[in-house]
Every structure is written in C-alpha cells, then in structure tokens.
C-alpha cells in the first residue's frame, strides 16, 4: 500500500496525489493508494497516520510525503520501520509555520480549522533527528525550491538515495517525470537500494 501525505495547505485533490493515483489506477492497483485529508493539529494527524499504518504490514507499507507531508512520513517511517519517498520534505517547519497562525489554504483545508500556537509544540512532539535506517529512504529535493533550501534537506537525509532535481519549485511541478522512480522505489524490497545521489 502506498500512503501519501499531502503538504501543508494542502489536500488530497493536489497536483502530485492526482499522478500517483491515475498511475496506480493504469495497473489495476487503486485500492492500494490511500491519501487521506491531514488535520491541522499535528497530534491528531499523528493519531490518523497511526490507525491508517496498522491496515498494512510494515513490510508492505510505502509513504510518500511532500513538504511537511515529508515531515510526517519521516516520523512514521521511523516508528513502523517502511519505506519513505520524501518529496521537498519539510525540515524544522515549527520554525517557519509560525508565521502561518489563521485559517488559510485550500476550502478543504479551511474547513479543518485555523493554525494555532500550540500545534508548534505538536510539530516538535514529532521531531526525528536524523534516521536510523537511510536504505528505506529516497529523498528528491528541488534547488529551486522557493519555500525550503534544499541544502537542508540533503543535510539531514544525507545518508540516503538522494535526488537532486536542478530547478524546479516546492511543488515540484515535474513530479511526472520521477514517478516512475518513485513507485519503483515504493515496490521494491526495504532491504536493497540506498546511498545513490544523483542530480537531473
């Protein structure tokens, strides 16, 4: 199963969760995508996150996490030990969401409710570190991201299979044409791969 984990302000009807999805649907494989509605409260999308991982074995379990998506996926990656695809992970985002108190985003994300102080706390609740096992992750960071310099990004995923995309944005508009390295990677065995950097 793949679990997908949209970005902040963001939802399940985003650019990226759309490909994923018709890609999955083009081999028959829909009813192994999942891409939930994230809460607003980082506690509660932790509890979400949790209660959707115990559908699958670990074994069998692929995140794929884009901005602060990437931030979650890495911290349930480490709990349940699966595979993360981190798509311009977010790197300490209690640091610039701060700036983002109200409610703002998409209508989806709206209706959720308003970004208040207390979910900083809930952010660093859910801090990693580092990681414990790179081979599971494949980190693709973007150096014309506008919202996150990718050097941190590659800093702390430094001992992972590390795609740096030359250009590009946040959203990572061409995410077309890494997916097919992304679902290989999601299929293949948690125990191979691991330690490449490539650029493109």
């Known amino acids: 199963m793949i679990l997908y984990l949209h970005g902040f302000l963001s939802s399940p009807g985003s650019a990226k969760a759309g490909l994923l ?7 028959a494989q829909a009813d192994d995508f999942l891409c939930p509605q994230l809460p607003v409260s980082p506690r509660a999308t932790a509890e979400l996150l949790l209660a959707l991982a115990q559908l699958e074995d670990p074994q069998r379990l692929s995140l794929i996490g884009s901005s602060l998506g ?4 890495t911290w349930l990656a480490e709990r349940l030990g699966c595979r993360a695809v981190l798509l311009n992970p977010a790197v300490r985002p209690y640091d610039f969401l701060g700036v983002q108190f109200g409610g703002q985003g998409e209508p989806a994300q709206r209706a959720l409710g308003e970004v208040r102080p207390e979910h900083l706390d809930e952010l660093r609740a859910l801090e990693t570190g580092g990681v414990t096992d790179p081979v ?10 506008e919202v996150i310099d990718y050097r941190l990004m590659v800093e702390k995923y430094a001992a992972c299979t590390i795609r740096i995309v030359a250009g590009s944005d946040h959203a990572l508009s061409d995410f077309a044409q ?3 390295e992304v679902l290989r990677f999601c299929a293949a065995s948690p125990a191979t791969g691991g330690g490449q950097c490539a650029s493109s």
């Open 178 to 180: 890494y997916l097919p």
């Open 21 to 27: 999805r018709a890609a999955l649907e083009r081999e």
């Open 136 to 145: 599971r992750y494949l980190l693709i960071a973007a150096t014309g991201d």
């Open 70 to 73: 990437g931030y979650y996926a």
